[in-house]
């Protein structure tokens, strides 16, 4: 609920577009076609990602390290929750009408700039750029904690913050190429988060309401 609150907070500051002027012009964002932003932080950085992804999913038949104090369910869920919370980020995305910081006139584009919750408005640009979809390459990750919590607090508490560290990397990359504003990145780092919170919370195991060592007590009680 605190990082929600913030989240808002900043939201309400517009702090966006003082953020998106500090690198960009009205002649567009020179860090755009950067060869280390584009090809190490960008494709680099996205194809790195789908081969955790492609190795999380053998790591289920085929587990490697603290993985194999996991049992299997827990090793699918950790999977899975990567793999959705990248859907789930990807799905809002494609839904959204609001245009990346390039696409703005402030910086050479013909969009306006419309709040992203503003979902019926359109702000004259092509859309689809919020949240941030390149942000859930290293995002995705963090719903790994509530998994790797069970066997280790400190490796599940190492693995998140890579992710989250991973996460504001990207999303900072992008941003000083004009393709997302703050916000972008830090409300998918949010989405990710309540998608392997709700996942956990659906897959976790749950221990028994009574023991059984309990039972004979209590019939030894009665007798």
């Given at each position: 609920m605190?990082a929600?609150?913030?989240l ?5 500051t ?10 960009g012009?009205?002649?567009g964002f ?8 584009v090809?190490v932080m ?23 390290g603290?993985l ?8 699918a ?8 919370s ?17 696409d703005?006139r ?9 709040s ?7 702000d004259?640009?092509?859309?689809g ?12 990750y ?9 066997v280790?607090?400190?490796?599940a ?6 992710a989250v ?9 992008q941003?000083?190429?004009g393709?997302?504003y703050?916000?972008h990145?830090l409300?998918?780092g949010w989405?990710?988060?309540v ?9 976790a195991?749950?221990?028994s309401s009574s023991?059984p ?6 019939m030894?009680?009665?007798?």
């Amino acid at each position: 609920m605190a990082a929600l609150a913030l989240l808002l907070a900043w939201d309400a500051t517009g702090g966006d577009l003082a953020l998106a002027r500090l690198a960009g012009s009205p002649v567009g964002f020179p860090w755009r076609d950067n060869a280390f932003l584009v090809r190490v932080m960008h494709e680099g950085a996205k194809n790195l990602s789908w081969l955790l992804v492609i190795a999380l999913f053998a790591a289920i038949r085929w587990p490697l390290g603290i993985l194999r104090r996991l049992p299997v369910r827990a090793r699918a869920q950790l999977a899975f929750t990567v793999l959705l919370s990248v859907i789930a980020v990807s799905a809002i995305k494609h839904a959204s009408h609001t245009s990346c910081p390039w696409d703005l006139r402030e910086f050479g584009g013909m969009a306006s700039h419309v709040s992203h919750w503003a979902w019926r408005l359109y702000d004259g640009g092509p859309g689809g750029c919020f949240p941030a979809g390149h942000a859930s390459a290293a995002f995705a990750y963090v719903g790994g904690y509530f998994v790797l919590r069970r066997v280790s607090h400190r490796t599940a508490a190492v693995w998140l913050g890579a992710a989250v560290a991973a996460g504001l990397a990207l999303g900072l990359a992008q941003q000083l190429r004009g393709a997302h504003y703050m916000s972008h990145t830090l409300w998918t780092g949010w989405i990710c988060w309540v998608v392997g919170f709700a996942i956990d919370l659906v897959a976790a195991p749950r221990s028994s309401s009574s023991s059984p060592a309990a039972e004979p007590a209590v019939m030894h009680a009665g007798t």
